[in-house]
């Protein structure tokens, strides 16, 4: 059998770290439950649901048997994950919270504190799975076994120490057996629904919430020809891709644009934040929304060490196929690493901000924020 620990758990109220929690127990591990408040703004509102979730966490306590507290790392959060966001979406890009809030909170913040209560491990509800090489001696990152729940993606910028102290027992399941064995052992949230929204934002209208942050500065849309044809709320409530909430529907186009009609969607293709202007193109596979090549900055290899230059395949987004990539190391203008990934197959809408994440069949290598994508000319 394993080595057991004192293994703190992040119990945030949901199925999988509910299951996470009755697997390590049954494992004969001495386990102990934590809630993390990450946010405290308008918590009373309909869409902040943590007291409900606190409520189910401390319930699937209650019949696991095991001890829960109840932490805030509110201010933790907004100064080291939330105020990077604002600054991300002011500047005109589409920033990943969930990925700075794993690294910056739920890896750092919660591991320091489970480390004060004597902890040995955490464990949290992620779908991905933590191997030790032995050959190497490094921890590898993993996808976890379900494809359609894999959440390696979200994790690549934890380093080797916060994964050599990290469990993810749900990483080895399909989350239909998950779902069994809640139901078999009881657990009063084994059918609640999964969480979808931004891990602060919750469920609550996004633009809705960013206006509150983040003030607007409307301007125009214009399309491939420079025609104007509608005007923007402010270039932060956009991302690249975007189809819906352009107010432009039925615009006619002029002159044979790409396969356009009037009845072609359009697609947000471009944010000039110098010009505070919109560019929209007609066609979901319009050439402005397809990037054979991208650069990524920011870079943090989980692996432990950045790997050599060459084939391996790439996310440029959450639930996207791995696509097939050569990777070429750049040293760039300040004198920080970064990297270059070009496609066998252009990428659809590759968005400044968010993470181009490398992996080698089924190890997550690590990864980088993306700052710059090249298009195929029109």
Request: with cysteine.
């Given at each position: 059998m394993s080595q057991l620990h004192r293994v703190v758990v992040g119990l945030s109220g949901g199925v999988d770290s509910a299951v996470t929690a009755h697997l390590l127990k049954q494992q004969g591990h001495e386990v102990i439950g934590i809630f993390m408040k990450n946010w405290e703004d308008d918590d009373d509102s309909e869409y902040c649901s943590s007291n409900i979730d606190f409520v189910d966490a401390a319930a699937v306590a209650d019949v696991l048997g095991i001890e829960i507290e109840h932490v805030n790392f509110a201010a933790d959060y907004k100064d080291r994950v939330f105020s990077e966001f604002l600054r991300e979406y002011q500047a005109g890009r589409t920033p990943n919270p969930d990925i700075l809030c794993n690294a910056e909170i739920k890896f750092k913040s919660f591991l320091d504190h489970a480390m004060r209560l004597g902890a040995e491990k955490i464990a949290t509800g992620h779908y991905a799975r933590v191997r030790l090489n032995t050959a190497t001696g490094r921890h590898e990152l993993l996808k976890?076994?379900?494809?359609?729940?894999?959440q390696s993606y979200f994790l690549h910028r934890l380093n080797q120490a916060q994964l050599s102290?990290?469990?993810?027992?749900?990483?080895?399941?399909?989350?239909?057996?998950?779902?069994?064995?809640?139901?078999?052992?009881?657990?009063?949230?084994?059918?609640?629904?999964?969480?979808?929204?931004?891990?602060?934002?919750?469920?609550?209208?996004?633009?809705e919430f960013l206006n509150r942050y983040i003030s607007k500065?409307?301007?125009?849309?214009k399309d491939p020809s420079g025609r104007t044809i509608g005007k923007h709320v402010g270039l932060s409530f956009y991302t690249l891709g975007q189809r819906q909430g352009l107010g432009i529907g039925g615009i006619k186009t002029q002159g044979?644009?790409?396969?356009?009609?009037?009845?072609?969607?359009?697609?947000?293709?471009?944010?000039?934040?110098?010009?505070?202007?919109?560019w929209v193109v007609q066609g979901h596979d319009h050439p402005r929304?397809?990037?054979?090549?991208?650069?990524?900055?920011?870079?943090?290899?989980?692996?432990?060490?950045?790997?050599?230059?060459?084939?391996?395949?790439?996310?440029?987004?959450?639930?996207?196929?791995?696509?097939?990539?050569?990777?070429?190391?750049?040293?760039?203008?300040?004198?920080?690493?970064g990297f270059e990934l070009a496609?066998?197959?252009?990428?659809?809408?590759?968005?400044?901000?968010?993470?181009?994440?490398?992996?080698?069949?089924?190890?997550?290598?690590?990864?980088?924020?993306?700052?710059?994508?090249?298009?195929?000319p029109d």
């Open positions: 976890g076994l379900d494809p359609s729940k894999d102290k990290t469990l993810f027992p749900v990483g080895e399941l399909h989350k239909s057996e998950v779902r069994r064995i809640a139901e078999e052992i009881g657990l009063p949230n084994a059918k609640k629904k999964d969480s979808t929204g931004i891990c602060f934002i919750g469920e609550r209208p996004f633009r500065e409307p301007g125009p849309i044979a644009q790409k396969g356009g009609s009037e009845h072609t969607p359009w697609f947000v293709a471009r944010k000039d934040v110098e010009k505070n202007t919109l929304l397809l990037s054979p090549q991208l650069q990524a900055t920011d870079v943090s290899w989980c692996a432990g060490q950045a790997p050599a230059s060459g084939a391996y395949a790439a996310k440029t987004r959450y639930r996207q196929a791995d696509a097939a990539c050569d990777l070429r190391h750049l040293t760039l203008a300040d004198g920080q690493a496609f066998s197959d252009e990428q659809w809408a590759v968005t400044p901000g968010q993470s181009a994440v490398v992996y080698d069949g089924e190890v997550c290598l690590g990864g980088g924020v993306i700052s710059l994508a090249s298009t195929l």
